[in-house]
């Protein structure tokens, strides 16, 4: 074969790779799908989104009395049993200084007080009297009722006057107690700091604060010994049992999810996911 035909050939040859390679490059490179069967099937929405968990229904305990609670018996993660064990112990706060007015106010309150029961037993006194003056007129009443003497209306009468001076004697003993109680207050509020031997005689320095409910601690408020007022908390307490978990969800998605909807709980720390319930 001639050198000329030899090149000629080499010359068309590379011409047609070259249209090929150009034709190549400007054709359409094929798209990767994703294949898939199509069959029927229930359509499910899901809204997606982060929830926090936390406990249902947590317990504030806090302090009944003014005082100081001493440091707490209890610690975080604790258990806890209803109306037995002991999670705070409270001291009553002392009696405050009276000034001289305050003093002399409550001084007369407890002379009147004094006064008072003096003359309920003045009272309770008479009663018992006119009860045994009626008591007897009741026998005389009867014997002549017996013979004949007086009517049937005036024994009535007579037994009637017993019932009624009854009836008074118990009211002027109640009258009394009353006048004594409200001397022993009087007296309360004169008790001061100074006051010692009243302050040592109770019988309990200390409350003693009990569980509402079984459970486990879950913060302590009030650590150390410390002065408190009534309603200040001092712990908290809760059931980790009872859990529940709250998503916040925009408004256009909060309509479409309803109480008692299926759903499921992922990425909580376990290999399978959780079946839940919307409560609200």
Not at 150 to 165: D, W, Y
Not at 223 to 235: F, I, T
Not at 258 to 268: F, I, L, N, R, S
């Amino acid at each position: 074969m001639n050198v000329p035909w030899i090149k000629r050939l080499t010359g068309g040859a590379l011409l047609l790779a070259a249209a090929g390679l150009f034709v190549y490059a400007l054709l359409p490179q094929p798209v990767l799908v994703d294949v898939e069967t199509v069959s029927r099937g229930e359509l499910r929405v899901t809204v997606d989104e982060e929830g926090e968990t936390r406990i249902r229904e947590i317990y504030v305990v806090s302090s009944p009395i003014d005082g100081k609670v001493l440091r707490s018996p209890r610690e975080v993660g604790d258990a806890v049993k209803k109306d037995e064990t002991i999670v705070a112990i409270i001291e009553p706060a002392e009696p405050s200084f009276l000034d001289v007015r305050r003093r002399r106010e409550l001084e007369a309150a407890v002379a009147a007080a004094r006064a008072a029961v003096r003359l309920a037993e003045s009272e309770v006194r008479r009663a018992k009297s006119e009860l045994k003056f009626a008591e007897k007129d009741l026998a005389r009443t009867r014997a002549l009722a017996e013979r004949g003497t007086v009517s049937q209306r005036t024994l009535e009468k007579a037994e009637l006057e017993v019932e009624v001076r009854r009836a008074a004697l118990a009211e002027a003993i109640a009258t009394l107690e009353l006048r004594e109680k409200e001397l022993e207050s009087a007296k309360a509020r004169l008790i001061g700091p100074q006051d010692r031997d009243v302050i040592a005689s109770e019988e309990s320095c200390c409350i003693e604060v009990r569980a509402p409910i079984d459970g486990v601690v879950l913060r302590i408020d009030r650590e150390s010994e410390q002065v408190v007022k009534a309603g200040d908390p001092l712990l908290q307490i809760g059931d980790p049992r009872d859990l529940e978990i709250v998503v916040d969800l925009l408004s256009t998605d909060a309509v479409k999810v309803k109480p008692g909807a299926d759903a499921v709980v992922e990425g909580w720390g376990g290999r399978e996911p959780l079946r839940a319930r919307v409560r609200r």
